[in-house]
């Protein structure tokens, strides 16, 4: 256990709809990350965010948004869903910002299935 | 831009062969390289990383070595068990891309033990 939790595990809805993925990161840590796992793109750097500020982005869609709130837990929205929207969503937490020392612990992650 | 590149899988061995699995990066600075593990069903687990030229990182009985020269990171272990049988990404974060912490993977190579 990374100590790094996510809900829901698993989500299954429609094209066009949108859901909201949650992260809570391990305790003590001010950074959590996004990432996306699929079949055809394999696991991409979404978005990362450093106590409460956006840090660094990757390739996210406009669709998608992501905020970190006071108390540290982190929401990534997905809107207008496609069917490629279809992915395992991992978010993970740091101590810290920088890649200097600052290892990432991975939550179980998100299965979004869009239909 | 940074990318990792990891031998295409599955890798079957039996129990108690030498694992090599290759990793060669690309990357503008002097990225921190890591080796992550994930179980069916689960999120990534950092198995072990290495931080500058030479740097051996090792656990449970994996090692891999940064080699700047060949720009390579092998994940290397003696002798491998059932319970090893999992996929494995090569990873590396460069603090010189973009600021932030961010994590490029390579494509995963599941390996599979046999008895």
């Known amino acids: 256990d990374s100590g790094v939790t996510q809900t829901p595990k698993h989500l299954i809805t429609a094209t066009g709809q949108r859901v909201t993925l949650r992260c809570s990161p391990r305790?003590?840590?001010?950074?959590v990350y996004w990432y996306q796992q699929s079949l055809d793109q394999g696991l991409q750097f979404l978005i990362q965010y450093y106590n409460g500020e956006e840090r660094a982005k990757g390739n996210i869609l406009e669709r998608f948004s992501a905020q970190q709130f006071p108390d540290l837990h982190s929401e990534l929205n997905l809107s207008s869903l496609e069917l490629g929207d279809s992915a395992l969503y991992f978010c993970a937490s740091s101590v810290g910002g920088d890649p200097w020392g600052n290892e990432q612990f991975f939550g179980p992650g998100t299965r979004l299935t869009v239909l | 831009g940074n990318s990792v590149t990891q031998m295409e899988g599955p890798v079957t061995l039996s129990e108690e062969a030498f694992l090599t699995i290759n990793c060669t990066y690309t990357?503008?600075?002097?990225?921190?390289l890591f080796w992550y593990v994930q179980y069916p069903g689960e999120g990534l687990q950092l198995l072990l990383k290495a931080t500058k030229a030479d740097d051996k990182g090792s656990n449970k009985g994996f090692e891999a070595t940064y080699r700047k020269e060949t720009t390579s990171f092998h994940l290397e272990k003696g002798s491998v068990q059932v319970s090893d049988s999992a996929v494995y990404f090569c990873a590396l974060s460069d603090p010189l891309t973009g600021g932030g912490n961010k994590l490029t993977f390579g494509t995963g190579t599941q390996l599979k033990v046999e008895l």
């Open positions: 305790s003590g840590d001010l950074s």
């Open positions: 990357a503008t600075g002097y990225p921190s």
